[in-house]
């Protein structure tokens, strides 16, 4: 028997790109079917112009018009036209919202009577630093290190802190947002860590010839990979390999500068990999490398390095 009916609204889901809160995302869902719930996700356009499919008894709805995995006011538009639809084949009883993905229906939801938890990996206010982080700084770009942050500000009170406010409970993945988040939302915060499955015990990792390193994660420049790149120059005559896992968009980038420093014998990019060959990379390697350059909550590939110890 079905308890309830859950509709989750996300900018990205893993179909989009390997990244941890795709995951924690499909975990959530997951975890709700198992405890007899019926879920219904709405994201974002696909890149091969799917607008739907049903994975593991969960149906997605992947909006148009919309970006790929962004929030923008087509994504909004979208949501409200096809909420209604959904409600009256199926009864909505909870929406849950990835950070601002229910932004477009709250007026909707509340006139529904239909409560919404939002879960969050960061704000707007957060996006600031890691703005600054990657941002160029020649003068060609100055005119962005005062326009972004304004831009980013004005999100922040004009969808943030509605989305907080008109949220039923707000959860985290992490207390590094705690004390920023309680503002607008007193009373409501619940810090749930991420969590993953403890494989096997590997094998011992001592006596290998080849020191293994291993990068994971979506890759985007504020994630910082090329900085573990432009490191392995120091070590150009030592026995040293670098693994990197993921797609995304500075993935091509990324290689042409593996191929200016000549380390395509030292750095491999794997792409994007099942669960078995991940495990495997896991497994033989000796170091997890997180150069990001984001404020990051919990993520959930050092989690996932750390019980591979």
């Known amino acids: 028997m079905i308890q ?5 609204m996300s900018r990205i889901l893993p179909t989009h790109a390997l990244g941890g809160m795709q995951k924690q995302c499909m ?32 149906k997605i709805y992947y909006l148009l ?49 239909i409560p919404v938890v939002s879960t969050w990996h960061g704000t707007s206010l957060t996006e600031i630093s890691t703005f600054f982080s990657s941002a160029r700084k020649s003068p ?12 980013l500000v004005r ?3 004009s969808m943030d802190l ?45 006596n290998r010839d080849i ?12 994630k910082g990979m090329h900085h573990a790149v ?21 993935l091509e980038e990324l290689k042409v500068l593996i191929a200016k420093l000549e380390l395509e014998e030292k750095v491999l990019c794997h792409g994007r990999v099942g669960d078995d060959e991940l495990s495997k990379l896991f497994a033989i390697a000796d170091i997890y490398l997180m150069p990001t350059t984001r404020q990051e909550g919990l993520p959930l590939t050092i989690l996932e390095a750390m019980a591979f110890l």
């Open 4 to 8: 309830m009916h859950i509709v989750v």
């Open 27 to 58: 975990d959530l869902c997951d975890g709700f079917i198992k405890n007899g719930h019926a879920v219904t996700i709405l994201t974002t356009a696909h890149q091969d112009g799917i607008t739907t499919e049903t994975i593991d008894n969960i």
């Open 65 to 113: 018009p919309s970006r790929p995995k962004r929030y923008s006011r087509s994504w909004n538009r979208a949501c409200k036209s096809i909420i209604s639809d959904i409600h009256s084949s199926a009864p909505i009883d909870i929406i849950h919202s990835q950070s601002l993905g229910a932004r477009g229906v709250l007026s909707w939801a509340k006139k529904q009577n």
């Open 140 to 151: 060609r770009y100055w005119h962005w290190l005062f326009l972004m942050p304004a831009i």
């Open 155 to 157: 999100q922040y009170i």
């Open 162 to 206: 509605p989305t907080r406010r008109a949220s039923a409970a707000i959860t985290l993945v992490s207390p590094t947002l705690e004390k920023n988040m309680k503002f607008f939302a007193k009373n409501k915060v619940y810090v749930i860590a991420n969590g993953i499955d403890v494989p096997e015990k590997p094998s011992p990792r001592n």
């Open 211 to 222: 020191l293994h390193l291993l990068c994971l994660g979506r890759i985007e420049k504020e």
């Open 230 to 250: 432009k490191a392995m120059v120091e070590y150009n005559d030592e026995n040293i390999k670098l693994d990197i896992v993921g797609t995304g968009p500075y």
